[in-house]
């Protein structure tokens, strides 16, 4: 099917790293995102991951790229108050103009 | 400011009345989409264009129209709202490459009553 799928829920603590899963089904995509969706607000895009890549670090952002297991990972280093939103992972389907499909949402929820 | 603005943010409406969703963007990107979010199932794709004049269906589009008669504006248009197309909705723009990524609104929240 298209389904990407994401656990909907995420509980840290401040100071701790924060790792937010994805699998998708279609090996063919061309570019993985991550979007944040903090509350009232649209999304907004943190990084992406071309498909021939394994891993791209951003700050204190890194992604994983298991593309044997359709499998994508976001790390959030030293994870903040500020961080609590719902992420977002989506694949871009190259062979359909690019068209995004998104999983359901990781509401993350970052205690002091 | 780049942006993708969309109006209004929030809209209360009765069944079968006719309502229009603007939106508009000053990138000039060729490609923009609607989406919905619901809870649990993410954004799915009501219908998309790829420039002026081209639009074509995503994977919701029953009950919807669009139009793209400019580049900047791609309305969302509701001829008879139903209570099931109560949700949160965002346009969203790209340029041509993938590796940019979206642009997305912020988001009208639509009753449907």
């Known amino acids: 099917g298209e389904d990407v799928e994401q656990s909907l829920f995420l509980s840290v603590r401040e100071g701790d790293s924060s790792v937010i899963n994805c699998t998708y089904t279609?090996?063919?995509?061309?570019?993985l995102y991550w979007y944040k969706q903090e509350p009232g607000a649209g999304l907004q895009l943190l990084t992406y991951i071309f498909s021939n890549m394994d891993m791209k670090q951003d700050q204190r952002l890194t992604v994983l790229l298991n593309k044997k297991d359709k499998h994508l990972s976001l790390r959030i280093a030293d994870t903040q108050t500020g961080d609590s939103a719902i992420y977002f992972c989506?694949?871009?389907?190259?062979?359909?103009?690019?068209?995004?499909?998104f999983g359901q949402g990781t509401e993350l929820s970052v205690k002091p | 400011e780049a942006q993708v603005t969309q109006n209004p943010r929030y809209l209360i409406t009765v069944t079968g009345k006719k309502l229009t969703v603007t939106c508009s963007q000053n990138m000039n990107h060729e490609y923009m989409s609607w989406y919905r979010q619901d809870p649990g199932l993410g954004l799915r794709q009501i219908y998309y264009s790829m420039n002026v004049e081209v639009t074509d269906k995503g994977d919701v589009p029953e009950g919807y129209k669009v139009s793209r008669k400019e580049k900047r504006n791609f309305p969302l248009i509701l001829e008879s709202p139903s209570p099931n197309q109560t949700s949160l909705y965002f346009c969203a723009s790209r340029d041509g490459g993938e590796e940019d990524g979206y642009t997305f609104g912020s988001g009208t929240r639509l009753t449907v009553v």
């Open positions: 989506a694949e871009s389907r190259h062979n359909q103009g690019g068209k995004l499909i």
């Open positions: 279609d090996s063919s995509s061309t570019y």
